[in-house]
């Protein structure tokens, strides 16, 4: 299993300004991943990373953008925070085998105001 | 098309009964994984069990198993003797092209279960 830790849990912010959720884990893992999910709803990828200076976008398009200097820690910044980004931000890892199982971090509930 | 499916919006079970939650999904991929995920309302994703499309054998990870039925496209996931702690969110998900790099996990709306005492 892997140890992934999620800053801030919780954060409520005003419009315009800008904020940086923290992702990090201990594991040594490669592949890092930044899911967008709203209340209630599926899951959808925003941001994946391979590797450290290695970052792509997901199926779901975002404002967001990620940066991977190092292979422990895949922070995703919103220049600008708008009420549309209010959502659930989880962060998750993947082991090798089997089926590169993604194990996820408790997650950053952001409210825009 | 959705890929992953789960009819149920909602499941009411009793502790110590078992419960279904039903997943079917759509690939032509002949390699690809099976996932099902428990979500509590403190909103962290727990992963529970993992089918790999050429496992001949259902998964099994304690009180979890996986019935993969692969001609029907199905991958429902059996909880025996329900908890009250296992009330939660449960999703289904699938990753196409297991050999390959750049797939991503592709997740299902999700079921809702409610175990009462």
């Known amino acids: 299993e892997a140890d992934i830790y999620q800053t801030p849990r919780y954060l409520v912010i005003g419009t315009g300004k800008k904020i940086t959720l923290e992702c990090s884990q201990t594991m040594g893992h490669d592949k890092m991943y930044w899911y967008q999910q709203d209340p209630g709803m599926e899951l959808h990828l925003i941001h994946y990373?391979?590797?450290?200076?290695?970052?792509e976008k997901g199926d779901l398009s975002s404002e967001s953008t990620v940066s991977r200097i190092r292979t422990e820690h895949f922070p995703l910044t919103l220049e600008s925070a708008r009420p549309s980004h209010t959502s659930q931000y989880l962060c998750a890892s993947s082991i090798e085998r089997p089926g590169e199982t993604q194990y996820f971090g408790p997650g950053t509930r952001l409210l825009v105001l | 098309a959705q890929k992953i499916t789960q009819t149920q919006p909602g499941m009411f079970v009793q502790e110590k009964e078992a419960v279904t939650l039903d997943c079917t999904y759509d690939t032509s991929d002949q390699s690809y994984g099976l996932f099902w995920y428990k979500q509590p309302s403190s909103g962290e994703m727990i992963f529970l069990i993992y089918q790999g499309s050429y496992d001949e054998q259902n998964a099994t990870e304690g009180r979890y198993s996986l019935n993969f039925q692969k001609a029907r496209k199905s991958a429902n996931l059996v909880i025996s003797a329900s908890q009250l702690g296992d009330s939660a969110m449960y999703f289904c998900?699938?990753?196409?092209?297991?050999?390959?790099?750049?797939?991503?996990?592709?997740f299902g709306k999700g079921t809702t279960l409610s175990v009462s005492s």
């Open positions: 990373s391979y590797g450290v200076n290695s970052t």
């Open positions: 998900a699938m990753r196409e092209g297991l050999h390959q790099a750049g797939t991503a996990l592709i």
